[in-house]
């Protein structure tokens, strides 16, 4: 009895997970323009989705600075630059973040910038 009763209650809990409707995202990895990163010295960036959904809400980004699907964004450092996706005017581009020049806070992997 002890047995079937974990197993229904396990069931229970798998059935009820699809019903909350949000799943977590967690971080989600941004390779695509990988080539490009190797030649500037920088790897892939883990972005907190999580983190910033607590900071922001879904309409803050969505679907205005980025699409919510993944891959879809076609995101550059000159785009950011220009105030658009992670450099949008309330994000990294102003004093509610911190600046996009401080490359290893997005990017894994910066190699030190060597002193002349
Ligand atoms: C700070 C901006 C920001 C906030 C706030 C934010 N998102 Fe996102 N979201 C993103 C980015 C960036 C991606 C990745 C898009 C890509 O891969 O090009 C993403 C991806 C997604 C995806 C696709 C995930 C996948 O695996 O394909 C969904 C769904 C999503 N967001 C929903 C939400 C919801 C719901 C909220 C609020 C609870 C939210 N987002 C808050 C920036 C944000
Ligand atoms: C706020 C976060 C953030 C900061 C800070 C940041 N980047 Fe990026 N960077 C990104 C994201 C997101 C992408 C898109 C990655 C993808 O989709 O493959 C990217 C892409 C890139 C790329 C490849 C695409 C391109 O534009 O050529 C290079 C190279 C790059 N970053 C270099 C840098 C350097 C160098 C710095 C510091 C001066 C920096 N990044 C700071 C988030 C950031």
Redesign the pocket.
Known sequence: MRVKAGILIFALLLAAVPSTG?AA?GT?R?DDKIESMKKAGVGPVM?P?DK??KT???D???PK?????????NISMKLNMEGKFCGSPNCHNSPKAFPLFQCASCHTGVKAVKKN
């Open positions: 949000l995202i989600i941004f972005f989705h910033h959904e922001n809400k879904c803050e980004c969505h600075i980025f699409k919510d699907k993944r891959g879809e964004n």
